[in-house]
């Protein structure tokens, strides 16, 4: 079993910077992928950013040049740096583990953007 714990929501004006970290614990022989989404309030969860175990990145059309994805392979842990936020940015934001090619979820960490 894998246990995630997210880090890192808050509260920020617009134009503000948020850091949201996630770290994996348990029983992990493989990373296929890391990820992030977010739900915001009357919407379907979508995909913000993946990254591959190869390294290689994946990025909503909007949040590209805005959001960071990133990794410490050896904490097993995901990162994403969210720059320029928007009021839209506004959501639940939740990791994702591939692992051993089983998906696990965070608890979800609010992010409130204000204008």
């Known amino acids: 079993q894998v246990q995630l714990v997210e880090s890192g929501g808050g509260l920020v004006q617009a134009g503000g910077s948020l850091r949201l970290s996630c770290a994996a614990s348990?029983?992990?022989?493989?990373?296929?992928?890391m990820g992030w989404y977010r739900q915001a309030p009357g919407k379907q969860r979508e995909l913000v950013a993946l990254i591959r175990s190869g390294g290689s990145t994946k990025y909503a059309d909007s949040v590209k040049g805005r959001f960071t994805i990133s990794r410490d392979n050896a904490k097993n842990t995901v990162y994403l740096q969210m720059n320029s936020l928007k009021p839209e940015d506004t959501a639940v934001y939740y990791c994702?583990?591939?692992?051993?090619?089983?998906?696990?979820w965070g608890q979800g960490t609010q992010v409130t953007v204000s204008s």
């Open positions: 994702y583990y591939s692992v051993d090619s089983v998906g696990y």
């Open positions: 348990g029983t992990i022989f493989s990373i296929n992928a």
